[in-house]
């Protein structure tokens, strides 16, 4: 049964709405496979601001957002958290240890409440950091990592002012989305 103001097929989020982002922020790792209170607590946090963003706002299938590689123990999650310890905004991690110093960065996601503050920025840069330090391999005495993203076209400028240049130029739909790959290296 769909109640009023539900679309039919989409389940109903119990998300805590947020009114306002409360400084300052907090940064929170872990791995797909990390258990204990502590990642629980991350992951369902990330699941939050993704669920909210993706499945909520922009209508992505509940079956395409949450899928196998949360769980992977090459994937890292990001979240941000307010003061208050409301997720705020979240991306992930695909290593695949096939592929040395190549990563691919995704789902990134920041509630509307927090979105032209520059906590994007900082996600991405959270997620660049965990990036080099588990991927990052050597290139001609620089240890560096290449993260590629999959960018929602109508998020590409985003990605541009964080360093991301277009590969292909190419345009594709992911979930229904129009999408291309950018891509970034990062050294330190």
Do not use: K, N
């Not at 959270?126 to 990592?145: I, K, P, S, Y």
């Not at 992911?174 to 050294?187: C, F, K, S």
């Amino acid at each position: 049964m769909t109640l009023p103001g539900r679309r039919p097929g989409i389940p109903e989020l119990l998300i805590t709405p947020l009114g306002a982002a409360v400084e300052p922020y907090r940064f929170e790792t872990c791995t797909g496979d990390q258990r204990g209170p502590a990642a629980e607590s991350t992951r369902a946090g990330v699941a939050d601001v993704r669920l909210e963003v993706f499945v909520g706002e922009q209508g992505v299938p509940l079956v395409l957002e949450i899928d196998a590689r949360d769980d992977l123990a090459t994937t890292v999650h990001v979240l941000a958290r307010g003061a208050d310890g409301a997720p705020l905004a979240a991306g992930r991690l695909l290593i695949d240890p096939a592929h040395p110093g190549l990563v691919h960065l995704g789902r990134l996601a920041v509630r509307r409440a927090c979105r032209g503050t520059g906590l994007g920025v900082r996600v991405v840069a959270a997620l660049e950091d965990a990036a080099w330090h588990r991927a990052a391999v050597d290139r001609d005495g620089t240890a560096a990592v290449v993260v590629v993203l999959a960018a929602q076209e109508q998020a590409m400028g985003f990605y541009a002012r964080c360093g991301y240049a277009v590969l292909t130029g190419r345009s594709y739909l992911d979930a229904g989305i129009a999408h291309q790959d950018m891509a970034r290296l990062v050294t330190r």
